[in-house]
């Protein structure tokens, strides 16, 4: 099973960035895994100063219009579940500070979602702890001024 954090990282901050994405590998890393208090409060500040709120309303309505006619795809409880039989299986959960996808078999299920989420925001970096993956779901552009 492959799960997924998706972090809305503000635009100064991933452009800052771009290039070193595993510092917020190590960050979100430690933060998830760390069992001291005091670390832990610290960890918690670093990564709300670097990311943005998720607008629940937003996603979801953006979810729901782009999977409406996906036959794979279900609404239950507020979780978003697609469903392609026994070759691929995700669900997608939408927290306060976080998306969290769980996802079974083959990558096309989560790359549907992926794929939503890429359209509508710029500046999501989706991170797996248990597997070491991380990456930005749109990469970051930088400008070059002349």
Known sequence: MRR???????????????GRERLFY?????HTKTDDEQLKRILQKQVDFITLP???????????????????FQLKEGVFYIDNGNLSKASLTVE???????????????????EIIRKHE??????????????????????NFV
């Open 96 to 114: 306060e500070n976080y998306l969290s996808i769980e996802a079974d078999g083959y990558y096309d299920a989560e790359s549907i979602f992926f």
């Open 54 to 72: 998720i607008s629940k309303w937003m996603i979801e309505n953006q979810l729901y219009a782009d999977l409406q006619q996906n036959k794979s």
């Open 122 to 143: 710029p500046s999501f970096l989706a991170i797996d702890v248990e597997n070491g993956r991380f990456g930005w779901l749109k990469p970051i552009k930088e400008r």
């Open 26 to 30: 190590n960050l979100f890393s430690d």
């Open 4 to 18: 997924y954090q998706l972090y809305l990282i503000k635009e100064k901050v991933a452009i800052h960035y771009n």
